[in-house]
């Protein structure tokens, strides 16, 4: 099974701030990898397809890069909106999906 | 606007089942695949399982195969999680997850399953 791995698992920015977050599988899996948004107490939200395409209606700060195996989840100027816990999800074939262990993201 | 309503969570003991359902709405319910997704409090998220949109195939995690099992009833617009021998390792919000070209763009609220003696 791929196992996806994500660092740093937690960090604090101040506002403003860029922020990267990078995943990374342990085989090729192409840009077949999506990010998502987590709120505490909500579901998960879409913000990155296929590595690097925005989902519509996701403000342009967030963007996503990389093929293979590794990854790179930014956000341009962190918001305070923006506190949550950010996960990337491998899906090779959609008979295995995983997810990363999540990066949790809060303001200095 | 796409609605996914899980229920069926709820206590049980070790070893008990529990069936979950995932209504869905405001879509073309048998146009699509769709997951089960799990997060144990304070933890990450998990998936669980996965049915095609004619319900022909399915697919599990290790953690849960051979003891869940995902159905759908597309007259009904339901998508079904069977859970048997359920242990306290299983204890987690479930919830239900549209598939759209392999990114999960819709989410339920999720249903809690507690697994306490």
């Known amino acids: 099974d791929i196992q996806m791995t994500q660092s740093p698992s937690s960090l604090s920015a101040s506002v403003g701030d860029r922020v990267t977050i990078t995943c990374q599988a342990s085989?090729?899996?192409?840009?077949?990898l999506n990010w998502y948004q987590q709120k505490p107490g909500k579901a998960p939200k879409l913000l990155i397809y296929d590595a690097s395409y925005l989902e519509a209606g996701v403000p342009s700060r967030f963007s996503g890069s990389g093929s293979g195996t590794d990854f790179t989840f930014t956000i341009s100027s962190l918001q305070p909106e923006d506190i949550a816990t950010y996960y990337c999800q491998q899906y090779d074939n959609l008979s295995r999906v995983t997810f990363g262990p999540g990066t949790k993201v809060d303001i200095k | 606007q796409v609605q996914l309503v899980e229920s069926g969570g709820g206590v049980v003991q070790p070893g008990r089942s529990l069936r979950l359902s995932c209504a869905a709405s405001?879509?073309?319910?048998?146009?699509?695949?769709l997951h089960w997704v799990r997060q144990a409090p304070g933890k990450g998220l998990e998936w669980v399982a996965v049915i095609s949109y004619d319900g022909n195939n399915k697919y599990y995690a290790d953690s849960v195969k051979g003891r869940f099992t995902i159905s759908r009833d597309n007259s009904k617009n339901t998508v079904y999680l069977q859970m048997n021998s359920l242990t306290t390792e299983d204890a987690a919000v479930y919830s239900c997850?549209?598939?759209?070209?392999?990114?999960?763009?819709?989410w339920g609220q999720g249903t809690l399953v507690t697994v306490s003696s």
């Open positions: 085989q090729d899996i192409s840009n077949y």
């Open positions: 405001g879509f073309t319910f048998s146009s699509y695949a």
């Open positions: 997850a549209r598939d759209t070209a392999a990114r999960f763009d819709s």
